[in-house]
């Protein structure tokens, strides 16, 4: 019985709806597929991610439509009154400026930064004064604020340069030296003594032998002095490390010739950069790649790649230069590149042909 009511219904309506049609009303069918649409919708989407442009919209069309049928719209009665409102709050909301000081600009404040940092023993009011002789209106308790947002106190408490700002400042007279050592085919353990001009990366190779006592620690010191002839007046400093090698009478032949010994800290290699890179380039270049029978094999082989490594060699700290060679202008369409082997091919040494 319910069955047979419930298809009589649905029948009458779609007749009706068929009528209306005919009748000309398309127009309220569509409205209906409309709203039926909307509300399968609603069951889909809880939120809707509606852009700007659709909420003006809306919000116009509210002030058309009487308050009893905004129930047609998906959002409640009470946003599109607020998103009124807030467009008429842009419409006429100004700028406000920010209370407090104004920001100091970034070029000062790294400004000062760098300055503390190149000056360890300036403070905040030193840093200050030389801000004003560059033309910056800058108070000091704004440097001072720089100073402690950074992490960096104010002198003399600030600590002063560190190793690697030491060893730039101080590369015009500078030599370092070190100790490798090279086994040969007979497993017999050679050392080499040799010293590095910071500056230039020149490198000398001052003695090989397998009993590196004081005595002869001392005198290759002393053959050093001799090779750097009128050179010896601008070298200050002396870098090594703590090797019992290097005894008192070697410190005191570069002490009397006015050049102070400084000596790393215990198992640091670091602090001796330069004579540590010059050991790990001339094993991968040379000593690595090639069997060493003896003392005299070695030092021969040394001193022809000591020859290449700072009369050809280019390096990356001398702008690819090598330590003892100017730069020229070659023109390379004119130029003829021959190739020069040494070391028994070992190493390719390139040079224009006259």
């Not at 090594?240 to 032949?253: G, K, M, N, S």
Request: glycine letters at 6%; one cysteine or more.
């Amino acid at each position: 019985m319910s069955t047979s009511l419930m298809y009589l219904l649905l029948r009458q309506v779609l007749q009706m709806l068929s009528q209306l049609a005919r009748d000309g009303g398309a127009k309220d069918v569509e409205i209906l597929v409309l709203r039926h649409q909307v509300a399968v919708l609603r069951r889909q989407v809880h939120r809707p991610d509606l852009q700007p442009a659709d909420r003006v919209v809306l919000a116009v069309l509210s002030r058309l439509l009487p308050c009893p049928r905004w129930s047609a719209f998906f959002v409640t009665p009470a946003t599109l009154p607020w998103w009124h409102r807030e467009l008429v709050a842009r419409r006429w909301t100004y700028p406000h400026a920010r209370p407090g000081r104004p920001p100091v600009d970034n070029r000062v404040r790294g400004l000062v930064l760098r300055l503390a940092a190149e000056n360890p023993t300036w403070g905040h009011r030193r840093t200050q004064g030389e801000l004003v002789g560059l033309g910056y209106q800058v108070a000091a308790s704004t440097v001072w604020k720089i100073l402690h947002q950074a992490g960096i106190d104010p002198a003399p408490r600030r600590s002063g340069p560190i190793w690697r700002q030491f060893l730039t400042a101080q590369a015009r007279t500078m030599l370092a030296c070190d100790f490798f050592t090279v086994d040969t085919v007979l497993f017999k353990r050679v050392y080499v003594l040799f010293f590095v001009e910071i500056a230039t990366r020149q490198v000398h190779v001052v003695g090989v032998t397998t009993h590196p006592n004081g005595a002869w620690v001392a005198q290759q010191a002393r053959n050093l002095l001799m090779d750097l002839n009128q050179r010896v007046a601008e070298q200050r400093l002396l870098l090594r490390d703590r090797d019992t090698r290097f005894t008192a009478a070697f410190d005191a032949v570069f002490t009397a010739a006015g050049i102070d010994v400084i000596k790393t800290p215990p198992q640091a290699p670091r602090a001796n950069a330069f004579a540590e890179r010059w050991v790990g380039t001339v094993r991968r270049e040379c000593t690595d790649r090639m069997f060493i029978v003896g003392e005299r094999h070695l030092a021969a082989v040394l001193s022809e790649y000591v020859a290449h490594y700072n009369g050809h060699r280019p390096h990356r700290s001398l702008d690819q230069q090598p330590p003892s060679r100017p730069s020229e202008v070659v023109d390379l369409i004119t130029a003829r590149v021959q190739r020069r082997p040494i070391l028994g091919g070992l190493i390719n040494q390139y040079s224009q042909a006259a």
